[in-house]
């Protein structure tokens, strides 16, 4: 039996988590209300293209949307956009929005996303020192980026490094710092990691590590950054790619555990029961690893979605998926399945050339854990049905 087939729902954000929830709950038979409402002005849109095809101008903005205004109306979904929730009143399942507007609800789902984790040194409010987490920040990046100007990125994990080779292919003069001894240390096997940086070596983006920005000089905007080591790098443009911080202060406030995210469920549940958070705001309990895991990918936030509309209306949940992450650098198209437990020994193997395409296969106890392919989506798909197993052959090449 449907745990409720009326009522109304409230998502909180308006992002690839929210619309899908509410896609979802439509598609379940939820035949209450449905309100989405969103900080930015837009519908919910694709985020991972903002730092590769929409900023060198390949894919036009207006394509990122997922669905239009209309498509929303005609499910009998409420969008409120350009409006922040201010609250929740978990005592009378009520959300007040910014303009103090008070919207009652059955269930409240919160898919607040993450914001770009800003650094706190000297000069980093200067103008020229940009963050890239969503639409506006792309078209802002895009407006200065010519070519011959000097861009330094902070952080070489993948937006970094994306955005670094977007930057490059516009003319631009790009320098990343990377405080860890490699780029994408904790994120990639370093066959991986390797073969992007050789591809980043060759079109002169130059990549420094084992060093962080301590100070941004600048007069009226920035100038150059001043690195722990006591050099200096010209910066006619600073980007900010440090990493997200889950936005959990709404549950905060209401007593909601928030450890590394908001922490749910499999069902994507809060210890608030009528209250769901999904998306990169979430650290959820994923069945398959028996563990809280938080996933900044669109998969995760898909599957999510689709798990606490389950709950809501009373369906079986859906079965658990592998975590799955993609990557566009030059001419590299990375694509990873699976998970890498960090505190257990793994042993990479490598089929093909990273010089060209290639595949790695992660084993962790014997057991083939997780799989990076590059240039490699024929294998790519069919590794996917490997993880977990044992019995793992290798392709020689």
């Known amino acids: 039996m449907a745990e409720t087939s009326d009522g109304s729902v409230i998502i909180v954000g308006a992002g690839q988590a ?4 509410a896609m979802s709950l439509r598609r379940d038979g939820f035949n209450g209300k449905i309100c989405l409402i969103g900080k930015e002005a837009y519908p919910p849109y ?20 997922l669905r239009t205004a209309e498509a929303y109306a005609a499910a009998g979904i409420k ?4 409006q922040a929730v201010a609250s929740i009143d978990p005592s009378s399942s009520s959300v007040v929005l910014q303009d103090a507007r008070r919207m ?41 980026i010519k070519s011959g100007l000097r861009v330094v990125v902070a952080g070489g994990g993948y937006l970094g490094l994306e955005a670094a080779a977007s930057a490059s292919k516009l003319g631009a003069a790009v320098t990343v710092i990377e405080a860890g001894k490699a780029i994408l240390q904790r994120s990639t096997s370093t066959i991986s990691a390797h073969a992007l ?60 555990i928030c450890d590394n995210g908001i922490v749910v469920d499999e069902s994507c549940r809060t210890n608030i029961p009528n209250i769901f958070a999904i998306g990169d705001c ?6 398959r690893y028996g563990r809280h895991l938080r996933f900044e990918s669109v998969q995760s936030a898909t599957f999510q979605a689709r798990c606490a509309s389950a709950a809501i209306v009373g369906k079986k949940q859906p079965p658990p998926r592998i975590p799955y992450f993609w990557s566009e650098q030059f001419d590299a198209k990375l694509q990873i399945a699976g998970f ?39 294998d790519f798909v069919l590794a996917q049905t490997l993880i977990g197993r044992s019995d793992v052959q290798v ?3």
């Open 79 to 82: 969008l409120i956009l350009d």
């Open 197 to 256: 940086l050789a591809r980043h070596q060759a079109a002169s983006v130059n990549i420094i590590t084992g060093e962080s920005i301590e100070r941004i000089d600048g007069v009226e905007s920035a100038e150059q950054v001043l690195l722990s080591s006591g050099r200096t790098i010209p910066a006619d443009l600073v980007l900010i790619a440090i990493g997200a911080i889950p936005e959990t202060q709404l549950a905060q406030d209401i007593g909601i």
């Open 46 to 65: 694709e985020r991972p293209p903002l730092s590769k095809k929409a900023l060198i101008g390949e894919l036009p903005f207006d394509r990122l949307i």
């Open 395 to 397: 392709p020689v090449a």
């Open 340 to 378: 890498v437990d960090p505190s257990v020994p793994v042993v990479d193997i490598l089929a093909g050339d990273p010089a060209s395409d290639f595949a790695v296969y992660r084993f962790q106890e014997g057991i083939l854990a997780a799989v990076e392919t590059v240039n490699r989506p024929r």
């Open 104 to 144: 009652p609800f059955s269930h409240c789902i919160l898919a607040t996303g993450a914001s770009a984790r800003r650094m706190r040194i000297p000069g980093a409010e200067l103008p020229g020192v940009l963050v890239l987490r969503g639409i506006d920040d792309t078209t802002a990046l895009q407006s200065k």
């Open 282 to 287: 979430a650290n959820h309990f994923n069945t």
């Open 18 to 21: 929210g619309g899908e929830a």
